[in-house]
């Protein structure tokens, strides 16, 4: 069973950078598609970037230019960068999981897609 748990959430002031990690057990990065989701105060739960097979990457428009999905292979790690944060980045930020091709039959960006979360991590954003 995969386990992911999510670290490096924080409070951070409005043009500020943050990184958020995803460690992951139980199955290695390679054969799984990584997600990350987030859920701000009055909205539902949207995605926010994600990694499938081969690297292949998904950002969310709101997000594009502003945030980066890597991972570091010998740590089992995913990871996010968010830069010039803005308040509405502000909420609860979830990694999921799912075998690889999971990302290639459904829309990585959708919450549906993966059946393992972490229990996430607070981002808030001030001015």
């Known amino acids: 069973q995969v386990r992911l748990v999510e670290s490096g959430g924080d409070s951070e002031q409005v043009g500020g950078n943050l990184t958020l990690s995803c460690a992951v057990s139980?199955?290695?990065?390679?054969?799984?598609?990584i997600g990350w989701f987030r859920q701000s105060p009055g909205k539902e739960r949207e995605g926010v970037a994600a990694m499938g097979l081969y690297g292949k990457k998904t950002y969310a428009d709101f997000l594009m230019g502003r945030s980066t999905i890597f991972q570091m292979s010998r740590k089992n790690t995913m990871y996010l960068q968010m830069k010039n944060l803005k308040p509405e980045d502000t909420g609860v930020y979830y990694c999921a999981a799912n075998s690889g091709g999971a990302c290639f039959r459904s829309g990585p960006l959708i919450s549906s897609t993966y059946n393992s979360w972490g229990q996430g991590t607070q981002v808030t954003v001030t001015s």
């Open positions: 139980g199955d290695t990065l390679d054969r799984l598609c």
